[in-house]
């Protein structure tokens, strides 16, 4: 789109105040480089689990609540966060977003306990919220709807050449300065965003209403999100059958059906239910969310098999997952050339199964195994993800109203962040209920007392996270056959999480049979 054809858009007398601000090319650096930190945090993190874990003591449960609880706080905000775009103005909720998250991340890189750094990492969440839903809506405002699945496919592939330099940069800094450092770096990235935003981002927004914010609708939709994730996080603890896990899925339900009806009486509704007509974005959401299910769930335990079973370094562990980084980053915008011409459902197809065949093929991956038998599985994940990344994005987005494009996009995002925290949980219940259960068998086959069912209770955290717990003075000879055993347990239990994946992705690919290209809809025109 040219910048005349932003210029349409404009009320009378208002226009870009300055060179370059509105263009839809400029529009897509500005907001890529405030998606970039967050995304770029993402792998980060996961590269510094293993270090956080040693300097602050903390247990599995903690280090997936670092992940589940940001998980979680943008999970809870997001749809609310692209409302406040909508009716607001998608730059300034934008550049609060960047501002906020980059101080947060400061604040984490100052704290010294780990419940302080959760606590953060919730609220690097709820500014993380402000930016993804917003994005999307500002590029669905610059974009004509026939070049919106090209911008995404660009979009994706600044947003995987981040997740590719993640893992290296992370690595470099923990292993040569230090954990903390891997949360400073996002201040400088923050700033440039900021500033590229102000000067290039027009404030789009949909058509004004009359009507009040839906606060009813909004605390409804948080309580049922709320409920569910946390249900799902605490089952493995609670019990999947016990009263407390089955009062919070019970919960979510009953917030879910008053949601709907609030939603049908609301003048102006947080979630319009009328969006859901459309098949296509229906599945779009549900396709979102089974990805992010298996990429979350893959990159949280690949770290541990890496660092903990490998030994690797740091920065050796990111480049052991590059393959996976720049195949997502190469194959993002083809994906977005191929999805334009021949439609969404064959490329959503395809890269379901090979999605699902890469997972097959990582749970084969033993011990000792070499970086070239790990290589072609992870970049084939890459290669698998991106064509679902870009075409569940444009269903979704591109199908929704212009004016509601802000909602639209945190309902991607909401399908996204769900998926992976229900990735990280559900895989991490499969993970160490596999580990308790083979870890006997392999202390006896290694010549070592099998443990009992308390032992075993008090070992399953540890070796879920790759660790062979060995107790202080043990003999070396002894130590090692700890080591063997701990180690083939915790591989029976990333292979069963694998499975697992490739079985959802499995289901994903059938249910992209139901995606049709469609109309997208342009919607109430914008106001800036």
């Known amino acids: 789109m040219s910048q005349p054809a932003v210029q349409e858009r404009l009320p009378a007398g208002a226009g870009p105040k300055r060179r370059g601000m509105g263009n839809p090319w400029l529009t897509l650096v500005a907001v890529a480089l405030g998606v970039i930190m967050v995304t770029l945090d993402g792998t980060v993190v996961a590269i510094a689990n293993p270090a956080i874990s040693k300097d602050l003591g903390a247990s599995l449960a903690d280090l997936q609540w670092v992940t589940n609880g940001y998980l979680l706080a943008l999970a809870v905000s997001l749809i609310t966060a692209g409302k406040l775009g909508d009716r607001f103005g998608h730059k300034p909720v934008f550049l609060i977003g960047v501002a906020g998250f980059a101080l947060s991340s400061a604040g984490i890189g100052f704290s010294k306990t780990i419940g302080m750094?959760?606590?953060?990492?919730?609220?690097?969440?709820?500014?993380?919220?402000?930016?993804?839903p917003t994005a999307l809506g500002l590029l669905r405002a610059a974009f004509p709807a026939e070049r919106l699945n090209m911008a995404i496919g660009l979009w994706g592939a600044c947003i995987a050449a981040s997740t590719a330099s993640g893992p290296i940069v992370g690595g470099l800094l923990v292993q040569h300065v230090n954990w903390e450092s891997v949360f400073f770096i996002n201040v400088p990235v923050g700033v440039v965003a900021l500033i590229t935003g102000g000067l290039f981002l027009l404030n789009a927004r949909g058509e004004a209403k009359s009507g009040g914010f839906d606060l009813t609708g909004i605390l409804l939709l948080s309580g049922m999100l709320f409920a569910l994730i946390w249900?799902?996080?605490?089952?493995?603890?609670?019990?999947?059958?016990?009263?407390?896990?089955?009062?919070?899925?019970?919960a979510a339900v009953v917030l879910l059906v008053l949601f709907v009806a609030r939603e049908?009486?609301?003048?102006?509704?947080?979630?319009?239910?009328?969006?859901?007509?459309?098949?296509?974005?229906?599945?779009?959401?549900?396709l979102m969310t089974l990805m992010a299910f298996a990429m979350f769930g893959?990159?949280?335990?690949?770290?541990?098999?890496?660092?903990?079973?490998?030994?690797?370094?740091?920065v050796s562990t990111g480049v052991r997952l590059l393959p996976m980084m720049l195949a997502m980053m190469l194959a993002s915008p083809i994906a977005g050339g191929v999805i334009s011409?021949?439609?969404?459902?064959?490329?959503?197809?395809?890269?379901?199964?090979?999605?699902?065949?890469?997972?097959?093929?990582?749970s084969r991956l033993g011990v000792d195994a070499s970086f070239m038998a790990m290589a072609p599985w992870f970049a084939l994940i890459g290669v698998?993800?991106?064509?679902?990344?870009?075409?569940?994005?444009?269903?979704?987005?591109?199908?929704?109203?212009?004016?509601?494009?802000?909602?639209?996009?945190?309902?991607?995002?909401?399908?996204?962040?769900?998926?992976?925290?229900?990735?990280?949980?559900?895989l991490g219940a499969v993970l160490t209920a596999k580990v308790a259960g083979v870890l006997p068998g392999h202390m006896k086959e290694a010549g070592l007392p099998a443990p009992s069912p308390a032992q075993v209770d008090l070992m399953k955290g540890a070796i879920s996270q790759g660790v062979a717990p060995v107790p202080k003075n043990t003999p070396p000879q002894v130590a090692e056959l700890i080591v063997k055993a701990s180690h083939l347990s915790f591989i029976d239990g990333m292979h069963l999480a694998f499975i697992?994946?490739?079985?959802?992705?499995?289901?994903?690919?059938l249910l992209s049979l139901l995606v049709r290209a469609g109309r997208k809809v342009e919607g109430a025109a914008m106001h800036i």
Not at 234 to 246: E, F, M, N, R
Not at 387 to 409: C, E, F, H, K, Q
């Open 117 to 132: 750094v959760i606590a953060l990492r919730v609220l690097q969440g709820l500014f993380g919220a402000m930016l993804q």
């Open 231 to 250: 249900a799902v996080i605490k089952a493995p603890t609670y019990g999947w059958t016990d009263l407390k896990t089955l009062a919070f899925f019970g």
């Open 264 to 286: 049908h009486l609301a003048r102006e509704p947080l979630l319009p239910l009328t969006l859901f007509r459309s098949v296509s974005l229906s599945v779009g959401v549900v």
């Open 298 to 314: 893959a990159m949280f335990f690949l770290t541990f098999y890496l660092q903990s079973v490998h030994g690797l370094t740091p």
């Open 341 to 362: 011409k021949v439609g969404p459902r064959a490329p959503l197809v395809a890269g379901m199964v090979f999605t699902a065949v890469a997972f097959i093929g990582m």
């Open 384 to 426: 698998g993800l991106s064509p679902v990344m870009v075409a569940a994005t444009d269903i979704i987005v591109g199908n929704a109203p212009v004016a509601l494009s802000g909602v639209a996009g945190g309902l991607q995002q909401v399908a996204m962040q769900v998926g992976g925290a229900l990735g990280t949980s559900v």
């Open 500 to 509: 697992v994946s490739a079985v959802m992705a499995f289901v994903a690919a």
